[in-house]
């Protein structure tokens, strides 16, 4: 019987109970695709990473090997488990350390999480932005189960990615963010449609800092944090110059599920490109323990 440590993280808080929860089991190597989307579906949070453990040389020169999984399907990029499971290699696993960071390789590519001289901050730098089509803000309402009037109309509504695909949504305001109520069995196959795998709706905050709500309903319920949409955001914000490139802002999600999440993000700019896009967040470890498998 194979006996697989394991650790649960609240990924994007810095309490327990809060922020986004995520499950890292470790030592998985030789594990096979199936067996691991069962586990994934055993712990049944929104996603599941399997940590397979290399060679020292290889790992320096790509990373700790991590594959993503929700109770559905393997993913190729998604934020919180990316910082979860650097987190967790950095309290549990020291030698993936490499100075302040701890480098994942992943689906989508080698993706590094810098942390704070403490521990407490980590951030993680996502691939480059890609900037898709703009989306007929009319069709978006609908689908959101809002009005027009709800978006912003000086930014408007895009698929952006990067490494996952999100339709971006601005809103004027929090009160209308609190009204959201996406249609998703129509929401689904409009996004597929356009090559986007959910919406990603935000709303500024009215503070005299450049702050945000945001929310992302899906498959009938609603994520606490979605660090890969953030990453799309803030790429998307920068680009519209909504915010000053390599300017840090805060951005909450998780307010109305009673799971608050504090995400931390920032872009540059290179002439007319956006990258270095990053998004940091706090983890703390509320768990752990051992799955025995046959």
């Not at 919180?80 to 696993?93: D, F, N």
Request: aromatic content about 6%.
């Amino acid at each position: 019987m194979a006996e697989l440590d394991y650790l649960v993280m609240d990924v994007f808080s810095g309490k327990a109970l809060e922020g986004n929860q995520l499950a890292v089991v470790m030592n998985t190597t030789g594990l096979t695709t199936d067996k691991m989307q069962a586990i994934a579906r055993e712990f049944n949070l929104s996603e599941t990473t399997f940590v397979e453990r290399r060679a020292r040389e290889v790992e320096v020169d790509e990373g700790v090997r991590v594959r993503i999984f929700t109770t559905q399907e393997e993913l190729d990029f998604a934020g919180h488990p990316t910082l979860g499971t650097a987190s967790a290699l950095r309290m549990a696993a020291p030698s993936a350390l490499d100075g302040d960071t701890v480098t994942l390789r992943l689906n989508v590519g080698s993706v590094p999480v810098r942390f704070s001289p403490d521990g407490s901050i980590g951030e993680m730098t996502q691939p480059e932005p890609t900037f898709r089509e703009s989306l007929d803000p009319a069709q978006v309402a609908e689908l959101i189960g809002l009005d027009v009037a709800d978006l912003d109309p000086a930014l408007p509504p895009a698929i952006v990615s990067t490494g996952t695909a999100f339709a971006i949504v601005g809103l004027s305001s929090v009160a209308s963010l609190a009204r959201l109520n996406v249609r998703q069995k129509e929401a689904t196959i409009w996004l597929r449609e356009h090559g986007a795998r959910w919406f990603y709706v935000l709303a500024p905050t009215g503070s005299s800092a450049p702050d945000f709500r945001a929310r992302m309903q899906f498959n009938g319920g609603e994520d606490p944090a979605t660090g890969s949409a953030a990453g799309c955001a803030i790429a998307w914000l920068v680009q519209n110059g909504v915010v000053a490139p390599g300017r840090r802002i805060h951005l909450r999600q998780g307010v109305e599920i009673a799971r608050p999440s504090d995400l931390f993000l920032s872009a540059r700019m290179e002439l007319t490109r956006v990258t270095d896009v990053r998004v940091a967040g706090s983890t703390v470890l509320v768990a752990k323990g051992q799955l025995f498998l046959p």
